[in-house]
C-alpha cells in the first residue's frame, strides 16, 4: 500500500499538468458533473404528490407572511460546512479524492433543489429557486471553490511528498473567505427571506 501511495505521488508530482489551473478546471469539472446529476436524478420528483403538496403549502404560507426563517446556527452551519470540510480534508492526503467528491456533492443537492421547484411549479418555481438559492450561493459557491482549490492543492502536495506550508499561512490566504462567509449567512438571514416571501406573494398566492 505505502510503495503505491509513493508511485501515485511521484507520478503526480512529476506531471506538468497538475498546476493551479488544472486543479481548478478538475473542481470544476466535479461541480458541473454533480449539478447535472442533481438536474437529471430530480425527474423523479415530478411523481411525488407529497412533495408537490408539502412545497405548496410552505410557498402559501411563505407568501403570506407566516414561513419560518431559518434559524441563526442553522444558517452558520449550512454555508460554512461545506468550506470547513473542504479545508479540513485538504490536512490529509485523502483530500485529493474527498475534495472533488465535496464538489460534486454540492453541485448535486444546489441543481437537485433548484430543479425540482422548477420541474414543480414552473416559472413560478425558478423564482422561488432563484430567492431561496441564489442569493447566498453566489457568495457561498466562490468561497468554497476558493477554499477547495487551496485544499486540494495541500493534499495534492502532501500525496507527492511535498512540505505543505504552516496553518498560520493558509488562515492568513483564506482569511478574507471568513468575512464572505459572514455576509453570506447575513444574506440568508435578511435578504433571503424577504425575497422568498415577495417571490411566493406574487406567483402562487396572486
Same mark, same amino acid.
Given at each position: *500500500? ?5 508511485? *501515485? ?16 478546471? /478538475? ?9 447535472? #446529476? ?7 420528483? @415530478?411523481?411525488?404528490?407529497?412533495? +408537490?403538496?408539502?412545497?405548496? &403549502?410552505?410557498?402559501?404560507?411563505? #407568501? ?14 449550512? +454555508? ?5 470540510? =473542504? ?7 485523502? #483530500? =485529493? ?7 460534486? %456533492? ?11 421547484? %422548477? &420541474?414543480?411549479?414552473?416559472? $413560478? ?6 430567492? %431561496?438559492?441564489? /442569493?447566498?450561493?453566489?457568495?457561498? @459557491?466562490? /468561497?468554497?471553490? /476558493? ?17 505543505? $506550508? ?6 492568513? @490566504? ?10 453570506? @449567512? ?6 433571503? $427571506? ?6 411566493? =406573494? &406574487?406567483?402562487?398566492?396572486?
Amino acid at each position: *500500500m505505502r510503495v503505491t501511495v509513493h508511485k *501515485m505521488g511521484s507520478r503526480i508530482k512529476s506531471t506538468p499538468v497538475w498546476n493551479g489551473l488544472t486543479q481548478l478546471a /478538475v473542481l470544476s469539472i466535479c461541480f458541473a458533473v454533480g449539478a447535472l #446529476g442533481g438536474f437529471l436524478f430530480s425527474s423523479g420528483s @415530478v411523481d411525488s404528490l407529497e412533495l +408537490l403538496d408539502y412545497l405548496r &403549502r410552505y410557498f402559501q404560507a411563505a #407568501g403570506q407572511g407566516n414561513g419560518l426563517e431559518p434559524s441563526l446556527w442553522l444558517s452558520i452551519w449550512d +454555508l460554512t460546512r461545506w468550506p470547513l470540510t =473542504a479545508f479540513f480534508l485538504g490536512s490529509t492526503a485523502l #483530500g =485529493a479524492l474527498g475534495i472533488p467528491v465535496l464538489l460534486g %456533492a454540492r453541485g448535486f443537492l444546489l441543481a437537485f433543489s433548484a430543479a425540482t421547484f %422548477a &420541474r414543480l411549479f414552473g416559472l $413560478p418555481g425558478m423564482a422561488a429557486a432563484l430567492a %431561496a438559492f441564489g /442569493v447566498t450561493a453566489m457568495v457561498a @459557491v466562490p /468561497v468554497l471553490f /476558493v477554499v477547495s482549490a487551496d485544499a486540494f492543492r495541500q493534499s495534492l502536495g502532501r500525496l507527492s511528498g511535498e512540505r505543505s $506550508p504552516a496553518w498560520n499561512q493558509r488562515v492568513q @490566504v483564506l482569511t478574507p473567505c471568513a468575512g464572505l462567509m459572514v455576509l453570506a @449567512v447575513a444574506l440568508q438571514q435578511t435578504l433571503m $427571506p424577504a425575497l422568498l416571501a415577495a417571490a411566493c =406573494a &406574487r406567483l402562487f398566492i396572486s
